[in-house]
């Protein structure tokens, strides 16, 4: 077989998701496997290019992953012409501008997602890199998630029947970081720098939705900051200014409704940190990150309610675990993996710029709804 190289700059692999799932698990996972065999004589090799604002902190990366390019200055690499595709894994302030530079630069761009700070911004991307021909896209990891290949399998099997309803339950306490330190960066919960739950979740749940169960037609939201005061990395007071909270109802084009909770300020009592009850008219299914379990109707039974004595059933144990029925890779390698076809074969990917748009405008929508105290009407996107 050839080995075929794509070199990758990758901006933004000195923070916790790019670093552990893009760069670790991902691009060197890829390489520990001997590459990516593309099926036609041909390994794909990706070779890094680390890029980021900490000489120190980028040196030190590579040391540890025995990789011997990095650099300071974007503009640099984006002009060299080795340098295949644009991987961006920074804050969201700074993601819209860096994409800008590498579409002129030519380059074919992978992101994180909201792929900038409003829809206006989002979809000049998805125009700028159409216009350019490069090939583009953005991470959509939860669609790769076990639990949700799951639920995929049954809807395409057709277990649901009509489907009804989604309910999802996502999130987890983070700590203030005054007695015990917080699981996610400062900037999450300022609004200035482009934190917020809504902002970070929303988009998520606009592909997940869209791809599992129809695009979604309204959104009527609500958000609070449920926790006001933290504490930063370095253990000084700051205000939050960003939603930690959204409680979100979404109407879906065919006729089913969701209803999907995002909060960094409750405490877990599920199975996993994200669940999605799905019900139809021939069954019901709550799928998490890995598991899923369901219910059908010929299995399902009649409950009376009566306050008055307690109950004699576990209603969780009515239901019946899916099994794998394959092997789940990580969900970002998998992506990963059908991206760079899609760069190198020119294998179909509508996980593009517009989509990540999609995810922008339901964010955009959704702080709007909330701040109106309205259900708001979602136009189809296009170019």
């Not at 496997?33 to 890029?51: H, M, R, T």
């Not at 583009?136 to 995929?152: A, E």
Request: aromatic fraction near 8%; charged fraction near 25%; charge should be negative.
């Amino acid at each position: 077989m050839t080995r075929r190289t794509v070199r990758i700059a990758m901006n933004g692999v000195t923070g916790r998701m790019g670093h552990r799932q893009h760069l670790v698990r991902s691009i060197l996972a890829l390489r520990e496997q001997g590459g990516l065999d593309l099926g036609n004589g041909e390994v794909l090799w990706p070779e890094p290019v680390l890029v980021g604002r900490r000489e120190p902190a980028l040196r030190a990366l590579a040391e540890r992953h025995g990789l011997t390019e990095w650099s300071t200055d974007l503009d640099a690499v984006l002009a060299d012409g080795s340098v295949d595709v644009y991987f961006d894994a920074q804050v969201t302030s700074a993601r819209a501008d860096a994409i800008r530079k590498a579409v002129a630069a030519g380059k074919h761009v992978y992101t994180e997602k909201p792929t900038a700070g409003d829809l206006a911004g989002a979809l000049d991307l998805a125009r700028l890199a159409t216009a350019k021909g490069v090939k583009h896209g953005v991470v959509q990891d939860k669609l790769f998630l076990p639990g949700l290949l799951k639920l995929k399998r049954l809807i395409d099997g057709g277990f649901f029947g009509e489907i009804l309803s989604v309910r999802g339950e996502f999130g987890y306490w983070v700590f203030e970081g005054d007695w015990q330190e917080a699981q996610r960066p400062s900037w999450n919960y300022r609004a200035e720098d482009g934190g917020g739950i809504v902002v970070d979740m929303f988009p998520h749940w606009e592909y997940v939705l869209h791809e599992l169960f129809g695009r979604v037609t309204s959104v009527s939201a609500h958000v609070a900051t449920h926790v006001p005061r933290r504490r930063d990395e370095h253990g000084k007071p700051y205000e939050a200014t960003a939603d930690d909270a959204a409680y979100g109802l979404f109407q879906l084009e065919g006729g089913a409704v969701a209803q999907i909770n995002s909060s960094w300020a409750v405490r877990v009592h599920r199975d996993e940190l994200v669940e999605f009850q799905v019900d139809g008219t021939h069954g019901s299914a709550v799928a998490g990150l890995r598991g899923c379990r369901v219910q059908h109707r010929s299995a399902t039974p009649k409950p009376v309610w009566n306050p008055d004595v307690p109950a004699t059933e576990s209603f969780r144990d009515q239901w019946q675990e899916v099994p794998d029925n394959a092997d789940f890779d990580n969900g970002f390698k998998a992506q990963w993996e059908l991206f760079l076809r899609h760069v190198v074969l020119d294998e179909p990917y509508n996980r593009d710029l517009l989509a990540g748009a999609r995810g922008v405008q339901l964010a955009e929508l959704g702080l709007r709804s909330a701040a109106e105290g309205r259900r708001l009407d979602v136009p189809e996107v296009t170019l």
